[in-house]
């Protein structure tokens, strides 16, 4: 499975972006799937995922203005980001596993538990 992250970007604080990340050969291992990000000095920090079935979990700090979506005909994740903030600046990496198995509780700390990455997508919030 190949994973690649399109839509990043530089936009003034408040402003809107979103990501995409389209997967082609064994598509089969996206029953769980998830948006992570990382800043310069910072961790990895899961930001939302969904399972197979579409159910959704999201961290506080995105909650109210982050959607994460998935075209399953087209094997396309998608994450709608309004209301941007500087403290979204981050490289933005697209996750997937196939065992979707106690996959909301993987958001925090779980990164290990996903198989496959994007190679990540620049996000860059001005105030």
């Known amino acids: 499975l190949q994973l690649v992250e399109s839509g990043g970007g530089s936009v003034q604080s408040g402003g809107s972006l979103r990501l995409s990340c389209a997967g082609s050969g064994y598509t089969d291992s996206t029953h769980c799937m998830a948006w992570f990000r990382q800043a310069p000095g910072k961790g990895r920090e899961g930001v939302a995922n969904i399972v197979v079935d579409g159910a959704t979990t999201y961290a506080d700090s995105v909650k109210g203005r982050f959607t994460i979506s998935q075209d399953g005909a087209k094997n396309v994740l998608f994450l709608q980001m309004n209301s941007l903030k500087p403290e979204d600046t981050a490289m933005y990496y697209c996750?997937?596993?196939?065992?979707?198995?106690?996959?909301?509780?993987?958001?925090?700390?779980?990164?290990?538990?996903?198989?496959?990455w994007g190679q990540g997508t620049q996000v860059t919030v001005s105030s």
């Open positions: 996750a997937a596993r196939k065992n979707y198995q106690f996959c909301p509780s993987y958001l925090t700390g779980g990164s290990y538990e996903f198989t496959y």
